[in-house]
Structure formats: C-alpha cells, structure tokens
C-alpha cells in the first residue's frame, strides 16, 4: 500500500514509479530515494546512489549516456536541456545542475565532477574535464582531452579547481 501510495505521488508530479526504475538497465541502489522524471533519457550501466533527482520542467531535457556514476546528492533541474556523455563521474559530494529554458549543459565522456560543484547557464564540458570543489561554473567551456584518470596530466581535460 505504501509504495502505491509513493507511486501515485511521483506520477503526479511526472517522475519514474520505483518499479521503472527498476525494469531498466542500470544500477539504482535506493529506488526509493532516487527521483527521475519520465521523458529522462537514460542510457546503460550508469549507477545511481541515493539521493539522485534528475528533474525535468516543461519543455526541459536530460539525456544521460552510459557507464555514468552519480553519487548522493547529485540535483540536475531543467527547463533547457542537460546532455551528458559516457563514463563520467559525478561526485563524491554531490553535484548541482540548474539549466533554464533556452540554455545547454553539455558534459562530454570521461569526465569528473567532484565536491560540490554548480552548473548554471551554458556551459560545454569537454571529454576528460574536470571540476573539483564548491566552485559555481555558468557559461563556461572547458577543452578536451583524455580521460580524467589518465597517467599524463597534460593528456586530460581542462579543469576547474
């Protein structure tokens, strides 16, 4: 009864039921906790602690890639629309992404995003980039490179810290 009870709150407000969160191909540790909107698009293997909302408002969208990680506390919050690549790490510490109508958040593959940090407004983030730290990034471009774990530093995306 409780979780009907869950259910029909999160259809109301236009979120996934904690059994399609289930029935997909990704890793949802706490589908109690977990809140995805329903026209979200996910792709494969991406692992979802608890506390992760991905939320879209009117005509907003969030596409997420695979082999994505995103720890607690992850907020992505849209009107415009958020698109994020493949293998990238959000968190430890939580990430907030709050993107209006009419403005793009692009995360590349292979990124790391790390300690708190904010995206607002346009903002393109190259594959291998990095963010570490309470730092707020609005309009920003970070350049490619490699993966962010990758034993060259000079061979790894731009970062921020």
Same mark, same amino acid.
């Given at each position: 009864?409780?979780?009907?009870?869950?259910?029909?709150?999160?259809?109301?407000?236009?979120?996934?039921?904690?059994?399609?969160?289930?029935?997909? @191909? &990704?890793?949802?540790?706490?589908?109690?906790?977990?809140?995805? +909107?329903?026209?979200? /698009?996910? !792709?494969?293997? #991406?692992? =979802?602690?608890?506390?992760?909302?991905?939320?879209?408002?009117?005509?907003?969208?969030?596409?997420?890639?695979? @082999? &994505?990680?995103?720890?607690?506390?992850?907020?992505?919050?849209? +009107?415009?629309?958020? /698109?994020? !690549?493949?293998? #990238?790490? =959000?968190?430890?510490?939580?990430?907030?992404?709050?993107?209006?109508?009419?403005?793009?958040?692009?995360?590349? @593959?292979?990124?790391?995003?790390?300690?708190?940090?904010?995206?607002?407004?346009?903002?393109?983030?190259?594959?291998?980039?990095?963010?570490?730290?309470?730092?707020?990034?609005?309009?920003?471009?970070?350049?490619?490179?490699?993966?962010?774990?990758?034993?060259?530093?000079?061979?790894?995306?731009?970062?921020?810290?």
């Amino acid at each position: 009864m409780i979780v009907w009870q869950l259910n029909q709150r999160r259809i109301k407000l236009g979120f996934l039921t904690v059994e399609e969160l289930l029935e997909n @191909n &990704n890793i949802i540790h706490d589908p109690f906790s977990t809140l995805i +909107s329903r026209n979200v /698009t996910l !792709g494969q293997d #991406n692992i =979802f602690y608890p506390t992760v909302v991905l939320q879209t408002l009117e005509q907003g969208s969030i596409s997420v890639g695979d @082999n &994505n990680t995103f720890t607690p506390n992850c907020f992505f919050y849209t +009107s415009g629309k958020i /698109t994020t !690549g493949s293998h #990238n790490l =959000f968190g430890d510490g939580g990430v907030t992404a709050r993107v209006n109508a009419g403005e793009v958040l692009t995360f590349g @593959n292979y990124g790391r995003y790390i300690n708190t940090p904010a995206f607002t407004g346009n903002n393109s983030l190259g594959d291998g980039s990095q963010v570490i730290g309470p730092i707020r990034v609005q309009s920003c471009v970070l350049g490619a490179g490699g993966d962010f774990a990758h034993s060259e530093a000079d061979k790894r995306g731009a970062v921020l810290k």
